[in-house]
């Protein structure tokens, strides 16, 4: 079962994430600036987030592996969450007004347009949150820790290069942005001793890069 799942998360996702970047890019080159209807996006999201997660939960109990979810929330932990959170933002917001490859980008496909597409957004961020970080951060960096014979920093390094592959349908680009995004998560589960902190920074994340440039991002991407 381990095995199954490292195959499926290492190999499968990022084959059929690059496999829809690569449809959204000649869709786009057939039709101009095509909009995708949203919600469907978020439902094959959630749907496919869920399966992964029932996979890491059964990988792991297979495995005989301990997940923590309970973090410990004190001055340090928080105001490490809030500086991450703040440095993220900080980078999201440069590439978005600084990048010269803003046609590689599919993002603005996955971004709400209407209230109920920012519902289902919300919601999608939710599980989104929640299952990444127990499928990368939890299930899959302890079988490269077991992998690594307890290197904290290898396993770290591997789970998120395998965590920003996962993230190819928003090209490659962002393939080499999310990997030192994937990395602070770890490094907040590492002093935060569990799943919940790094998961509620990354919802917070999601649910902020829309509100404060997902306007801008959508109008690069026309230009």
């Known amino acids: 079962m381990s095995l199954f799942f490292l195959i499926v998360v290492a190999a499968g996702l990022p084959f059929l994430s690059a ?3 690569k449809n959204i ?10 909009q995708l209807a949203k919600t469907p996006i978020y439902l094959q999201s959630m749907a496919l987030q869920l399966v992964l997660l029932a996979l890491a939960f059964f990988a792991s109990g297979f495995s005989d592996t301990k997940i923590v979810l309970e973090s410990s929330f004190n001055a340090v932990t928080i105001g490490s969450a809030a500086g991450f959170l703040v440095l993220a933002l900080g ?3 440069l590439s978005q007004k600084y990048s010269k490859q803003k046609e590689e980008s599919t993002l603005h496909h996955l971004l709400p347009d209407t209230p109920l597409d920012r519902l289902m957004w919300i919601i999608a961020c939710v599980v989104a949150a929640f299952c990444e970080e127990y499928v990368y951060r939890g299930s899959l960096f302890q079988m490269m820790l077991a992998q690594t014979n307890g290197i904290w920093i290898a396993a770290a390094v591997l789970s998120s290069i395998i965590f920003s592959f996962g993230h190819g349908t928003q090209g490659e680009k962002a393939i080499l942005q999310i990997i030192p995004f994937a990395l602070g998560f770890h490094f907040l589960v590492y002093i935060s001793g569990g799943l919940l902190l790094p998961m509620i920074v990354h919802f917070i994340y999601n649910v902020l890069v829309e509100l404060l440039f997902g306007r801008a991002i959508k109008e690069n991407a026309k230009e």
């Open 25 to 34: 890019k000649k869709l786009e080159a057939e039709q101009g600036n095509v």
């Open 19 to 21: 496999l829809s970047y």
């Open 91 to 93: 980078i999201a917001w």
